[in-house]
C-alpha cells in the first residue's frame, strides 16, 4: 500500500497567509496557512460577494434567510471539523484563530457554528476524537454538544429561542 502525502497536491498562493491545496485524484480543494497564528489572532475579514434568501452548500449564513457567498471567495475553501481551529464572526465578519495553527495546517471551521439547517447535510470523516460523524447544522444538535464549540450570535440567538434563555454571550470552543 503506498500513500500519498499533501506534497503531492497542487498548491496556489491565494494570500499572503494561506494557500489552496487542489487533490491531484479527488479535485478536492482546501485552504492552509503559509504562516502560523495564535490564538484570537485574526487571519482574514471577509464580507459577501453575493446575499441568498436560502442556504447552499458554499454558504455561510449571517441571520435568518441570509447567507452569503465569502469574499473573498478563497475563504470558502476552509472545509468542516469537529476540531476546528478557525472561528467565522458573522458579527465582526472575521476569521480568528481558536488555537496555534502552523505552516502547512489545513483551515478548519465547525460548520454548525453558523449554520443552522445546512442544504446539504453530510456524513464526517474529520478524524478528531469527538467527530460527531453526521453533519446537518446547529438545529440537529444537541445543547451540550454545541455548548463545546464557539458560536455564532445568530446560532446563539436561535438556541436561545428553542431554549426559551437569553443567549450566552460567548460560548467558547474547549
Not at 34 to 45: A, I, R, W, Y
Request: aromatic residues 10%.
Amino acid at each position: 500500500m503506498t500513500l500519498k502525502l499533501k506534497t503531492d497536491h497542487k498548491k496556489n498562493k491565494v494570500a499572503s497567509f494561506a494557500e489552496v491545496w487542489e487533490c491531484p485524484t479527488t479535485k478536492d480543494k482546501s485552504l492552509h496557512a503559509t504562516v502560523d497564528f495564535f490564538p484570537g489572532e485574526v487571519l482574514s475579514s471577509f464580507g459577501a460577494r453575493e446575499i441568498l434568501a436560502e442556504p447552499n452548500y458554499l454558504s455561510l449564513q449571517t441571520a435568518e434567510h441570509q447567507h452569503i457567498l465569502l469574499d473573498p471567495e478563497f475563504l470558502q475553501y476552509i472545509n468542516h471539523s469537529c476540531d476546528p481551529n478557525v472561528y467565522f464572526d458573522t458579527t465582526n465578519m472575521i476569521v480568528t484563530a481558536l488555537r496555534k495553527i502552523g505552516i502547512g495546517e489545513e483551515l478548519t471551521f465547525f460548520y454548525p457554528s453558523t449554520e443552522w439547517s445546512m442544504d446539504r447535510g453530510f456524513d464526517c470523516h474529520c478524524g478528531s476524537h469527538n467527530c460527531l460523524r453526521i453533519i446537518q447544522g446547529a438545529a440537529h444538535l444537541p445543547l451540550n454538544v454545541l455548548k463545546e464549540y464557539k458560536l455564532s450570535q445568530y446560532i446563539q440567538e436561535k438556541l436561545a429561542q428553542v431554549d426559551g434563555n437569553t443567549p450566552t454571550i460567548s460560548l467558547e470552543y474547549l
